[in-house]
């Protein structure tokens, strides 16, 4: 029970190999559970929620696990929101872009979504390999 609630914790450090196992470990959980509820779905409609609400306790660990890489590198948990929201932020005019649209817009929506490309990527260099 104790492993399990190291998981679950923000206290702590967290190596670089210790984050990249986690992940490894999450990724192959997150997959076991994804199969479950596109099985259960299919066999009983809303039985697939069952294994679908166990994602949330992966995602919670996965964020408890970066917040810990964060807090090594003398980072605040507030950064996981940057690097989180951030990009969905500067991708989401994207979506309202109107067929024939005029070109200097679309270039700006397309330096956005850059910008947004690159604050993912810093995010996940700053957590993942600093």
């Keep these: ?10 206290e702590g450090r967290a190596t670089r190999l210790d984050y990249w196992r986690f992940q490894l470990m999450l990724a192959v959980v997150g997959a076991g559970l994804w199969i479950a509820t596109v099985f259960a779905t299919m066999l ?10 166990l994602t949330i306790s992966v995602l919670v660990a996965g964020a408890c696990m970066a917040v810990r890489r964060l ?14 929201f951030g990009p969905f932020a500067f991708f989401a005019p994207a979506h309202y872009i ?3 649209a005029s070109p200097l817009i679309v270039l700006a929506v397309a ?3 850059l910008i ?3 604050l993912d990527i810093w995010g996940w260099i700053e957590i993942g390999f600093r």
Excluded: E
């Excluded at 029970?1 to 923000?10: A, I, V």
């Excluded at 009983?44 to 609400?53: D, E, V």
């Excluded at 090594?72 to 989180?84: E, G």
């Design 44 to 53: 009983g409609g809303w039985l697939g929620a069952i294994p679908l609400l």
């Design 71 to 84: 807090h090594d590198r003398n980072k605040s948990a507030w950064w996981l929101a940057i690097f989180t």
């Design 1 to 10: 029970m104790g492993r399990l609630r190291r998981y679950f914790t923000t």
């Design 98 to 100: 109107q067929k024939g």
């Design 111 to 113: 330096l956005l979504a």
């Design 116 to 118: 947004g490309l690159g």
